[in-house]
Nanobody
């Protein structure tokens, strides 16, 4: 079992920045596909960014490219999401997710942005961006 705990959410004005963290614990042996999802009020959960812990290119949704950066480590067993130039439409509950992946091929073949691809989820952290 893998446990995920998000932190770092809050309220910020448009144009501001926030950094979300996801602390990973439990049975973390091996490599994983890890992702950030978000769910705006009244809307479906959508993929924001993802990576393979064994290395390689990252995936970003078009809506966040050049503004958000997903990273792992620092500190160890942490997944981060640096969010810059925030917009009101970024307002949502943000979730950390993980699935065991044995290779980068697993990551590339995974439907990007699909919550069904991920096994483990955090409880979510709220991000509110005001105009």
């Amino acid at each position: 079992q893998v446990q995920l705990v998000e932190s770092g959410g809050g309220s910020v004005q448009a144009g501001g920045s926030l950094r979300l963290s996801c602390t990973v614990s439990g049975s973390t042996y091996g490599t994983y596909c890890m992702a950030w999802f978000r769910q705006p009020p009244g809307k479906e959960r959508e993929g924001v960014a993802s990576l393979y812990t064994g290395g390689g290119p990252r995936y970003y949704a078009d809506s966040v490219k050049a503004r958000f950066t997903i990273s792992q480590g620092n500190p160890e067993n942490t997944l981060s999401l640096q969010m810059n130039s925030l917009k009101p439409e970024d307002t949502a509950t943000y979730y950390c997710a993980a699935a065991q992946c044995t290779s980068f091929k697993d990551f590339t073949s995974m439907p990007k942005g699909s919550p069904n691809s991920y096994t483990y989820w955090g409880q979510g952290t709220q991000v509110t961006v005001s105009s």
